[in-house]
């Protein structure tokens, strides 16, 4: 019998996804160097030590592997930061096949959901610590065998944007542009939000994070397009070799992190060949990450689409086809279809997606010869008899 989509919920949690999980719905949808940076930036590991003394070492943090398939849902800052949500979704993951959780560190409001015990974080006024028990939480859900995944919103950043101007995509006038739902982005060629976003990396792993998930990694698409100006890299370069600038950057200042890096592309960096005038193409991301997640939400693609007057109702063919195409372009740039693990959807648009409809997603990723997933819900809800049951030896653990 297929359980209900909208469970008995606490008046709490209903606050809970009124302040935080509705919005991440809405927004999902859809310079140089930090010496360069004002003085804020500008800070010294032993300026709050006392003479004489040695800082003591911090713990490493413990990490687990990543699973061969990755079976992943999506857990919002807020939710993860509320114990009695998250604990059900916890025991939905205990009792299923699900293996992995990504959880936001950074999301579009540009906030970071814990306490990074980074005083240039800190002095950017960052963190909005949702999750105040961040480490404590990750430890508790390794002892689950989940692998838990951070992910950081890169270059849609009003917090970045408001403490460094000068760093923004602007209007034609000088002034600070908006997407469609007012927020601010940064232009992808600063280097200084680079390394930010770096910085912002290196917190995650230390707080436990077992991989950073860069999402956002592209220009806008929304909002006024005929009066943008990005004041860094107008002009200075193509949009797809900025952005793969970006991802060697990453690749490099975070190899000493011992945790593996992904990117979120838009499901149709699969089957475009060009960046779609957002800077993202699926080869120039392979030998920088780890694992590639296209956003292969069947409802995120247009009406007609390869024939099909409503995508939404056919995710098992806008999936397939996808995949393979994706699995076959890395063959053939001397990568592996292994590092490919998309975005699938547990949300109604388009159409209703029940149980059913979720298993033909999954279907879909392993006909196409791959193994790994991950599930979107805005309403950190999920289709409960979508899933398959977790082995028996796994829920006895």
Sequence with gaps: MKLSRKPNISYREVIIVALGVVAVAFFRFADRSLAQLSPVFEYHADAAVSPGTTPPEPEPPHHVATPPAVRAIYMSSWVAGTKDWREKLVAFMDESEVNAVVIDVKDYSGKISFDTDDPIIDEMGAEEVRIRDAKEFI??????????????SSFQDPVFVAHRPQFAIKRKNGSIWKDRKGIAWVDPYSRAAWDYLVRVGKAAERVGF??????????????????????????AKDKSDVIAEYFAYLD????????????????????????????????????????????????????????????????????????????????????????????LQDFDLGATYDASMIKKQKQAVYDAGLGSWMMWDPKNLYTRDGYEKAPASAAAN
């Design 139 to 152: 430890a508790e859900l390794h002892k689950h065998d989940i692998y838990v995944i951070g992910r950081i």
């Design 252 to 343: 490099k200042e975070l190899a000493d992190t011992p945790v593996p890096i992904s990117v979120d592309l838009f499901g149709l960096t699969t089957t475009r060949m060009d960046d779609m005038n957002i800077g993202q193409i699926l080869e120039k991301a392979a030998p920088h990450v780890d694992f590639i997640a296209p956003m292969v939400y069947p409802s995120h693609y247009p009406n007609g689409y390869d024939g099909y007057q409503n995508p939404a109702k056919y995710p098992y063919e806008i999936i397939l086809q996808a995949m393979k195409k994706a699995a076959d372009r890395l063959v053939a740039a001397s990568s592996s279809p292994d590092k490919l693990r998309p975005w």
């Design 210 to 235: 077992d991989e950073l998930n860069y999402d956002y990694v592209r220009y806008p698409t929304d909002g006024d397009m005929n009066n943008i100006v990005y004041p860094l890299s107008d002009g």
